[in-house]
Nanobody, 124 residues
């Protein structure tokens, strides 16, 4: 059974930090690109950051939405089947539900899994 379980969300003051975690199970985590998305009610879900699956002997690549560059860092620990999102210098506009997303393309087949989301609220 595939599961992506996010944790680490909560209420934080502007300028503060949070670290989100996403624990994966039920699939070969190391073969999947991992992403964090976020969504505010009434708006479309948007990509926040992504990290590729790592090839043998190489480090994964990362990418970030412009609105989080320099503030957020995505990382993964394949030994723990977990992806992280370190969020620093948080702003009220970062308030959203954050979702973990796993994706892999195998030829013409696409595999995608989503977590249930974790709420992040940035407010004084």
């Amino acid at each position: 059974q595939v599961q992506l379980v996010e944790s680490g969300g909560g209420l934080v003051q502007p300028g503060g930090s949070l670290r989100l975690s996403c624990a994966a199970s039920g699939f070969t985590f190391s073969r999947y690109a991992m992403m964090w998305h976020r969504q505010v009610p009434g708006k479309e879900r948007e990509l926040v950051a992504g990290i590729t699956s790592a090839g043998a002997g190489s480090s994964p690549n990362t990418n970030y939405a412009d609105f989080v560059k320099g503030r957020f860092t995505i990382s993964r620990d394949n030994a723990k089947n977990t992806v992280y999102l370190q969020m620093n210098s948080l702003k009220p506009e970062d308030t959203a539900v954050y979702y973990c997303h796993a994706h892999r393309a195998a030829g013409v087949l696409q595999y995608a899994y989503w977590g249930q989301g974790t709420q992040v609220t940035v407010s004084s």
